[in-house]
T-cell receptor, first 115, second 113 residues
Framework: DAGVIQSPRHEVTEMGQEVTLRCKPI?????LFWYRQTMMRGLELLIY????????DSGMPEDRFSAKMPNASFSTLKIQPSEPRDSAVYFC?????????????FGDGTRLSIL | GQQLNQSPQSMFIQEGEDVSMNCTSS?????WLWYKQDPGEGPVLLIA?????ELTSNGRLTAQFGITRKDSFLNISASIPSDVGIYFC?????????????FGTGTRLQVTL
């Protein structure tokens, strides 16, 4: 079975540019999560969706960050304008409530470097 | 954001040795999860614990859900080189739902031959 798919795997761009990260959750999963991982702060939840609706965006660091989920198989995380301190690995994860013991499954991440 | 405290931060052990790491929190969790992250990849679930006092094994891995619900332990027996990676604990308030996961700070494991 295909897992969570993220693209691109790596992105290097100059500060001020718009960055768009993409995620395809596991088919049938109705929850989708965006995380950011840095050495200093570890893994932080940014936002999560249920049935394509944002449920909790309290982890989104500032207005420069936005996330959308236009359908059940696709989500984007956008940073505009980007800054060097946004450099991190961004993970997408998905899960389902259907099974009692079904925790979140992670993609391989997007390594973002803002110069 | 809130993080769980993991210890040790890093470990250097020889192949064949047993490994122990733990995770503590000031808050109660109803579910504890242990993930492993290899370089360049996302975290992969190792073990899930749903009941205080529960002891669960997955091959050479054994994890326990602390009776106070504020801590958890992971043991790896007879370590091998592929055990190298970062181990994260995660706490969740409600099992089987999508309530937030709070992650630990990670334990980096290095295994020497």
């Amino acid at each position: 079975d295909a897992g969570v798919i993220q693209s691109p795997r790596h992105e290097v761009t100059e500060m001020g540019q718009e960055v768009t990260l993409r995620c395809k959750p596991i088919s049938g999963h109705d929850y989708l999560f965006w995380y950011r991982q840095t050495m200093m702060r570890g893994l932080e939840l940014l936002i999560y969706f249920n049935n394509n609706v944002p449920i909790d965006d309290s982890g989104m660091p500032e207005d420069r960050f936005s996330a959308k989920m236009p359908n059940a198989s696709f989500s984007t995380l956008k940073i505009q304008p980007s800054e060097p301190r946004d450099s991190a690995v961004y993970f997408c994860a998905s899960s389902t409530r259907d099974s009692f013991n079904q925790p979140q499954h992670f993609g391989d991440g997007t390594r973002l470097s803002i110069l | 954001g809130q993080q769980l405290n993991q210890s040790p931060q890093s470990m250097f052990i020889q192949e064949g040795e047993d490994v122990s790491m733990n995770c503590t929190s000031s808050s109660i969790f109803n579910t504890w999860l242990w993930y492993k992250q290899d370089p360049g990849e996302g975290p992969v679930l190792l073990i899930a614990l749903y009941k205080a006092g529960e002891l669960t094994s997955n091959g050479r891995l054994t994890a326990q859900f602390g009776i106070t619900r504020k801590d958890s332990f992971l043991n790896i027996s007879a370590s091998i080189p592929s055990d190298v990676g970062i181990y994260f604990c995660a706490g969740q308030l409600s099992p089987g739902t999508a309530s937030k996961l709070t992650f630990g700070t990670g334990t980096r494991l290095q295994v020497t031959l």
